[in-house]
């Protein structure tokens, strides 16, 4: 089954684990997006799509709560991050997990002992059941054999797999992707692209992915909304094979065609 046509992905086809409504935000009395609404479906992975400065990384930080919007709100889980407070706010986090663009390793620590980070601060488990969930989340991310390395002796790749199997520790239902694909060559990104297609599926997990890599979106994407710097906001919003045939303004179709203005 291709992707876009996968059982409960796309808009209406499930659940709506998070709401976007009218969601504004700005900085220093500059609008950088405004009125942008959508929903999440579970089990669907969902691409927040733009040029550079559009508000795609701003976006992802008001859905996870680091960021409050200046108007509007999002729902997570049936949850308002933005308000929560103590053990609220404590348990809609454990049901997220976040991968920054670089990995955001710590340098001192192995990759085992990083995946066992969320571990250590939200259980009681003991440090060998810890070991063995990290390990686990590893395997699952290809990095069986790497537990022991330190960030400065793995390759970029292998950095943002760490990075993903320690967002994955706490068996969170969504996953929010910062980039996952940034400074990669092809062949390392295609795999990337094939491991979130295959945790998608397997795991059941919902994926929300920042980037502007158009082989990524078009390869992992059920569906997606596109930013626009100059329009403040959201101009489309679809399957992103269908925008890329059917683009519904210039700005789409400039996009998608890798076309100058």
Same mark, same amino acid.
């Not at 479906?41 to 040029?51: C, M, P, Y």
């Not at 609220?88 to 997990?97: K, M, V």
């Given at each position: 089954?291709?992707?876009?046509?996968?059982?409960?992905?796309g808009? *209406?086809?499930?659940?709506?684990?998070?709401?976007?409504?009218?969601?504004?935000?700005?900085?220093?009395?500059?609008?950088?997006?405004?009125e +942008?609404?959508?929903?999440?479906?579970?089990?669907?992975?969902?691409?927040?799509? *733009?040029?550079?400065?559009c508000g795609?990384?701003?976006?992802?930080?008001?859905?996870?709560?680091?960021l409050?919007?200046?108007?509007?709100?999002?729902?997570?889980?049936g949850?308002?991050?933005?308000?929560?407070?103590?053990?609220?706010? $404590?348990?809609?986090?454990?049901?997220?997990? +976040?991968?920054?663009?670089?990995?955001?390793?710590?340098?001192?620590?192995?990759?085992?002992?990083? +995946?066992?980070?969320?571990?250590?601060a939200?259980? =009681?488990l003991? $440090?060998?059941? $810890?070991?063995?969930?990290?390990?686990?989340?590893?395997?699952?991310? *290809?990095?069986?054999?790497?537990e022991?390395?330190?960030?400065?002796?793995?390759?970029?790749?292998?950095?943002?797999?760490?990075?993903?199997?320690?967002?994955?520790?706490?068996d969170?239902?969504?996953?929010?992707? =910062?980039?996952?694909?940034?400074?990669? @060559?092809?062949?390392?990104?295609?795999?990337? =692209?094939?491991?979130?297609? @295959?945790?998608?599926?397997?795991?059941?997990?919902?994926?929300?992915?920042?980037?502007?890599?158009?082989?990524?979106?078009?390869?992992?994407?059920d569906?997606?909304?596109?930013? @626009?710097?100059?329009?403040?906001?959201?101009?489309?919003?679809?399957?992103p $094979?269908?925008?890329? @045939?059917?683009?519904?303004?210039?700005?789409?179709?400039?996009?998608?065609?890798?076309?100058?203005?």
């Amino acid at each position: 089954m291709e992707r876009g046509a996968r059982a409960g992905a796309g808009q *209406g086809a499930g659940e709506a684990v998070i709401e976007v409504r009218g969601v504004a935000m700005g900085f220093g009395g500059r609008t950088l997006f405004r009125e +942008v609404s959508f929903d999440v479906a579970r089990g669907e992975v969902f691409v927040i799509l *733009g040029g550079s400065g559009c508000g795609k990384s701003t976006l992802l930080k008001l859905m996870i709560g680091l960021l409050e919007p200046t108007a509007g709100e999002v729902t997570i889980l049936g949850g308002h991050l933005a308000s929560a407070t103590g053990e609220a706010r $404590r348990n809609l986090l454990r049901r997220l997990g +976040v991968m920054w663009q670089s990995g955001a390793l710590f340098g001192s620590m192995t990759l085992l002992e990083n +995946v066992m980070l969320p571990l250590e601060a939200h259980t =009681d488990l003991p $440090r060998e059941a $810890r070991e063995s969930v990290a390990r686990v989340k590893l395997g699952l991310v *290809g990095l069986s054999d790497a537990e022991a390395r330190l960030p400065a002796e793995i390759s970029g790749g292998m950095a943002k797999r760490a990075g993903i199997a320690r967002a994955m520790a706490l068996d969170p239902p969504i996953l929010f992707l =910062d980039e996952p694909s940034a400074g990669l @060559d092809p062949v390392t990104s295609a795999g990337l =692209d094939e491991l979130i297609k @295959d945790l998608a599926r397997d795991l059941g997990t919902t994926f929300v992915v920042v980037t502007h890599e158009l082989q990524s979106i078009l390869a992992i994407g059920d569906r997606c909304i596109m930013l @626009d710097k100059e329009a403040q906001g959201m101009i489309a919003e679809g399957d992103p $094979r269908r925008l890329r @045939d059917e683009p519904p303004n210039d700005t789409v179709r400039r996009f998608f065609r890798r076309e100058v203005a």
